[in-house]
Nanobody, 119 residues
Framework: QVQLVESGGGLVQAGGSLRLSCAAS????????MGWFRQAPGKDRELVAA????????DYTDSVKGRFTISGDNAKNTIFLQMNSLKPEDTAVYYC????????????WGRGTQVTVSS
């Protein structure tokens, strides 16, 4: 089992910034990569950004490219999501998740942190 705890959400005005953090504990030797997902009311959950520990590859959904940056500390099994130039459409619950293999299936999830961007 892997436990994930997110922090850093909140309320911010459009154009502002927030930094999310996620710390993994437990059987962390199984972690191949980590990612940030979000789900807005009435919408499907989407992958926002992901990072793999092997090679440090990062991927982003198109709507956040150039505004969000994912980073991580492999040794501490912690990832961050720096969110700049936030827009009201970024409002969602943001979840941290872990994948154990090269297959992009996420096995463990945090409880989520609310991000609200006011216009």
């Amino acid at each position: 089992q892997v436990q994930l705890v997110e922090s850093g959400g909140g309320l911010v005005q459009a154009g502002g910034s927030l930094r999310l953090s996620c710390a993994a504990s437990g059987r962390t030797f199984k972690i191949y990569g980590m990612g940030w997902f979000r789900q807005a009311p009435g919408k499907d959950r989407e992958l926002v950004a992901a990072i793999t520990w092997s090679g440090g590859r990062t991927d982003y959904t198109d709507s956040v490219k150039g505004r969000f940056t994912i980073s991580g500390d492999n040794a501490k099994n912690t990832i961050f999501l720096q969110m700049n130039s936030l827009k009201p459409e970024d409002t969602a619950v943001y979840y941290c998740a872990v994948r154990g293999t090269v297959v992009p299936i996420y096995d463990y999830w945090g409880r989520g942190t609310q991000v609200t961007v006011s216009s």
